[in-house]
């Protein structure tokens, strides 16, 4: 028995190192391609939108490790109810101030990028535009990845991630040609929300397994 549950530990491991892996090269795929098919100052413009768009995008880190905490916390990780009910109360709390928020740097991106660059990188503006799309998917299915592996569902994001690679990897390749980073960035954006939408909707189809007495949580703690 020791052995068996040190095998299932060993993969869980694999696949969250996996999960980490492709979750990491997805945010790289975009200006990999764009390096080797497109010309310098596109890669630059790319580059350009992808500095304000990590902006825009700055307290989504930090609120990922919050969530990571709560959603290691043994009410959470005993309760199917309670990892829908914060999935579906985050989404209705974020989606009017995000979406303030997206469209007012939507407005200001014309006016002020301009300012920022003098003006050098003048398709950075759209790409930004398309890339907040992004941002505000990230905002309010922030809670997806949490509950997912609260649930254990390593495997799962692995999953997801590495078809999402590859997809945006071939989609960024058919499109660069032709497109340029225009077209890498709608690309990406909609690999990026059908990630985010798959997510939320398995987390919330799922929605955990209760924990056994006795079995360690998340958390580090038995329930009694």
């Known amino acids: ?111 002020v990028i301009p300012q920022v660059d003098g003006g050098k990188y003048p398709d950075s503006v759209i790409v930004l535009q398309i890339f907040l799309v992004v941002a505000f998917s990230a905002y309010v299915t922030a809670p997806a990845v949490s509950i997912l592996m609260t649930q254990r569902r390593y495997g799962l994001l692995s999953g997801i991630y590495s078809v999402g690679f590859l997809v945006n990897l071939a989609g960024d390749l058919a499109v660069a040609p032709h497109f340029g980073v225009v077209g890498i960035a709608l690309v990406s954006t909609a690999v990026y929300v059908a990630i985010d939408v798959i997510l939320i909707s398995q987390a919330l189809r799922y929605g955990g397994r209760p924990v056994a007495r006795g079995e360690p949580t998340q958390a580090g703690r038995a329930l009694p």
Not at 28 to 55: H, N, P
Not at 75 to 101: K, N, Y
Request: glycine fraction near 4%; charged fraction near 15%; aromatic fraction near 10%.
């Open 1 to 111: 028995m020791p052995e068996r549950s040190n095998q299932w530990l060993d993969r869980e491991e694999i696949w969250l190192s996996l999960y980490y892996v492709f979750a990491a090269s997805f945010a790289y795929v975009d200006v990999m391609v764009a390096a080797v098919l497109l010309s310098d100052e596109e890669v630059a413009t790319l580059g350009a939108s992808l500095r304000y768009l990590a902006i825009v995008s700055g307290p989504i880190p930090a609120i990922g490790a919050v969530l990571r905490v709560r959603t290691a916390q043994v009410d959470l990780v005993e309760s199917i109810s309670a990892q829908r009910t914060m999935i579906l109360t985050w989404l209705t709390r974020t989606a009017f101030p995000a979406g303030v928020f997206i469209l007012i740097v939507l407005a200001a991106a014309p006016v």
